[in-house]
């Protein structure tokens, strides 16, 4: 097969590459669970036969994450939210109205948060081997703990790119092909193309704090769920939450590559082929995951009170023309204004945060002081209206802040994981009207 021609799609200031191949009436795009480089995957014939199997079902679009093979290389962290905009971007330049999206491991925490915000957008999901969070927890005890992790962090930073390093990620990723020299010459090769030092630390780092297990259960599309052989795992733990996912046990663990074993990869065929046999048109969805800032002046009666009716509404409506200004800015949509408060939604939670974060620092200037909340959760649409728990919680946290400040649901902090935003804890609360007790961050300056 010859190799695709490379096309760039913008996401911002930030070039991300992709390739196009086959045709038909369903899209497929094939998002790597780790990073790799996608000149060099056409030198692998086991991955040549996957892409060109996939091709057989639609047309395949294909491509390297921001930081990683031939897109550009970034000074920040890629986020899960900065890589859903990389993603979108790719769809809309390559055309792509809706697709399933076939991915792997820690790639699943993307798709699943792709699909929770823009349902529209996707028509199933094939998730191979996917993980859920990168910490272990009571429930999830698959993930390394934090002394691992160090240890994990520490080796990457003294070796990776290294031949004896990458020999023992060959030994861990896909342990049947470690004695085969053709495939350990491609294997180093490939991950050395795929991602420089600096940015395998990185990723690592993200993969290491993202949490996607609250995003889970708002996902509504067909998925399937490709998982160990074993009866529990990550993959169970990842099917149980999707509504009406179905688990599929694989025949061997083949490591991070599943396309090197032969009965793997016919399951997988089988069972993406099966998926796409069953998609039907899109279905309206009311219902969908979204971000919600609330922001509210701290002692507006009072200031109202001195300044007198005339002064405050001047005073208030400058204060809402820096809100929408800032809400403009961090692409947010107000929803609604109670007076002095603002309620707004955002596609991602580091722009609703950042958001707050301006919003606190702007309002100084008029003398005024804003706290802010920020939740992620699953919201049903009302026209342009947002309804649900999920905006409840958002009120109910911004009551809690102080002055100046931005607190956040823990559902949130977990997903900016790699932005570089810091956190306080908050503490454990009770939100009026809402089931269970809930823990809060506040941003730190």
């Known amino acids: 097969m010859e190799t695709p021609d490379v096309f760039y799609a913008r996401s911002g200031d930030v070039a991300i590459a992709y390739q196009v191949l086959g045709e038909g009436p369903v899209d497929v795009v094939f998002v790597r669970g780790f990073a790799g480089d996608l000149l060099s995957a056409w030198?692998?014939?086991?991955?040549?036969?996957?892409i060109r199997d996939l091709a057989q079902l639609g047309r395949v679009i294909m491509l390297d994450k921001r930081g990683?093979?031939?897109?550009?290389?970034?000074?920040e962290v890629p986020t899960l939210e900065t890589r859903m905009d990389?993603?979108?971007?790719v769809m809309d330049d390559a055309r792509s109205e809706r697709a399933v999206l076939w991915t792997a491991q820690e790639g699943a925490r993307l798709a699943a948060l792709f699909a929770a915000t823009y349902p529209e957008r996707v028509a199933g999901l094939v998730l191979f081997d996917p993980t859920a969070k990168g910490r272990a927890s009571p429930d999830y005890p698959w993930a390394e703990g934090d002394e691992e992790w160090r240890a994990r962090l520490a080796e990457i930073r003294r070796g990776w790119g290294r031949t004896e390093f990458l020999d023992r990620c060959l030994a861990e990723w896909a342990p049947g092909m470690r004695d085969d020299p053709d495939f350990r010459a491609w294997f180093h090769a490939h991950m050395r193309r795929g991602l420089s030092p600096g940015s395998a630390l990185a990723f690592f780092r993200m993969m290491m704090d993202s949490d996607v297990s609250d995003v889970l259960p708002v996902v509504r599309v067909p998925t399937v769920v490709l998982g160990s052989p074993s009866a529990a795992g990550p993959g169970e733990y990842v099917a149980r939450r999707i509504p009406g996912a179905r688990l599929v046990a694989l025949p061997a663990s083949p490591g991070i590559y599943h396309w090197v074993d032969e009965d793997v990869h016919r399951v997988?065929?089988?069972?993406?082929?099966?998926?796409?046999a069953s998609l039907r048109p899109s279905p309206s969805s009311d219902r969908i995951l979204a971000t919600v800032l609330f922001t509210d002046l701290v002692g507006s009666t009072e200031r109202a009170a001195r300044l007198g009716d005339r002064a405050w509404t001047d005073l208030l409506e400058r204060h809402h023309a820096l809100v929408r200004r800032e809400l403009d800015r961090f692409r947010g949509h107000e929803l609604d204004t109670a007076g002095d408060g603002f309620l707004a939604s955002f596609d991602g939670p580091a722009r609703a945060i950042k958001c707050g974060q301006a919003l606190a620092e702007s309002v100084r200037a008029l003398g005024l002081e804003v706290r802010s909340g920020v939740h992620t959760g699953e919201c049903e649409l009302a026209g342009d209206r947002l309804r649900g728990l999920a905006v409840h919680i958002g009120a109910r946290i911004a009551?809690?802040?102080?002055?100046?400040?931005?607190l956040v649901s823990s559902t949130v902090r977990d997903l900016?994981?790699?932005?570089?935003?810091?956190?306080?804890?908050?503490?454990?609360?009770?939100?009026?009207?809402v089931p269970e007790r809930w823990r809060v961050y506040a941003v730190a300056e």
């Open 43 to 50: 030198e692998q014939p086991r991955l040549v036969r996957f």
């Open 68 to 75: 990683t093979g031939l897109s550009d290389r970034v000074r």
């Open 86 to 89: 990389d993603l979108r971007a």
């Open 268 to 276: 997988a065929m089988t069972e993406t082929a099966r998926l796409v």
């Open 399 to 406: 009551a809690l802040a102080s002055p100046g400040e931005v």
């Open 416 to 433: 900016v994981a790699g932005s570089g935003i810091s956190f306080r804890d908050g503490g454990v609360h009770e939100l009026k009207g």
